[in-house]
C-alpha cells in the first residue's frame, strides 16, 4: 500500500531560523513527488514537481530535495508569512492520483 | 482570470438531506478531482474525472456521487448516505501534457461543509 509520511506534524521556528521538512514515502513507481503550501481555511497551492533522486528545485526561501525515499522542503532564513501548512504528495505510475500525507503546520514567530 | 472557483464557501447540511458542492473551472483542463479534507489530515480522494461523461471512484467515494456533462464543471453531491459529511472539501483540476501524464493539479478554495 502506498504511504506518505511527514515530520514533524508541527514546527514553530524565530524568524531567520532555517529548518527542514520531511516528507518519506513508499510507493511503486514515483511518477512525481509534489508539494504545496496550504494557508488556513484555503485551497493548497502549488509549490514545486520533483520527478528523479538527486533533483532540486527553489522558489524564494524554499528548496525542494529529492531522494529515492524521501523528500526535504528547506526553508532558509524564514519569515513570519511563510507561516502555513506544507503538504506533500506522490503519484505513481499508474493513473494520475495524487496520495498525500498529513502535512506539516509550520508557525514563524517574529 | 483563469481559475478554479467553488460555491458556497460554506454549506450547512441537515439529517437527511442531500447537498451538492459546485466546482467549476475555466482552465480548459481535462481532468477534475474531489478531495475530502478532516482536520490535522492529508487529503483523500473521493472521485476523479478525466473526460466528460467519465469519472472513477477514489479511495472514499461511499455516500458521494458526481457529473460530468460538461468539461468546465464537476459538482458532488454529499447524500444522506454519508454520515460523517463534516469536513473541507476541494476541488482540483490538472491537463494533459503532451505524450504523459505528468500534469500538477490545480486547487480550488474550498467548500466547508457543517452538519445542523
Known amino acids: 500500500e502506498d504511504q506518505v509520511t511527514q515530520s514533524p506534524e508541527a514546527l514553530r521556528l524565530q524568524e531567520g531560523e532555517s529548518s527542514s521538512l520531511n516528507c518519506s514515502y513508499t510507493?511503486?513507481?514515483?511518477?512525481?513527488l509534489f508539494w504545496y503550501r496550504q494557508d488556513p481555511g484555503k485551497g493548497p497551492e502549488f509549490l514545486f514537481t520533483?520527478?528523479?533522486a538527486g533533483e532540486e528545485k527553489e522558489k524564494e526561501r524554499l528548496k525542494a530535495t529529492l531522494t529515492k525515499k524521501e523528500s526535504f522542503l528547506h526553508i532558509t532564513a524564514p519569515k513570519p508569512e511563510d507561516s502555513a501548512t506544507y503538504l506533500c504528495?506522490?503519484?505513481?505510475?499508474?493513473?494520475?492520483?495524487?496520495?498525500f500525507g498529513g502535512g506539516t503546520r509550520v508557525l514563524v514567530k517574529p | 482570470d483563469g481559475g478554479i472557483t467553488q460555491s458556497p464557501k460554506y454549506l450547512f447540511r441537515k439529517e437527511g438531506q442531500n447537498v451538492t458542492l459546485s466546482c467549476e473551472q475555466n482552465l480548459n483542463h481535462d481532468a477534475m478531482y474531489w478531495y475530502r479534507q478532516d482536520p490535522g489530515q492529508g487529503l483523500r480522494l473521493i472521485y476523479y474525472s478525466q473526460i466528460v461523461n467519465d469519472f472513477q471512484k477514489g479511495d472514499i467515494a461511499e455516500g458521494y456521487s458526481v457529473s460530468r456533462e460538461k468539461k468546465e464543471s464537476f459538482p458532488l453531491t454529499v447524500t444522506s448516505a454519508q454520515k460523517n459529511p463534516t469536513a473541507f472539501y476541494l476541488c482540483a483540476s490538472s491537463t494533459r501534457l503532451a505524450g504523459e501524464w505528468y500534469e500538477t493539479q490545480y486547487f480550488g478554495p474550498g467548500t466547508r461543509l457543517l452538519v445542523l
Open positions: 504528495a506522490v503519484r505513481k505510475a499508474a493513473g494520475n492520483k495524487l496520495t
Open positions: 510507493v511503486s513507481g514515483l511518477r512525481g
Open positions: 520533483l520527478y528523479s
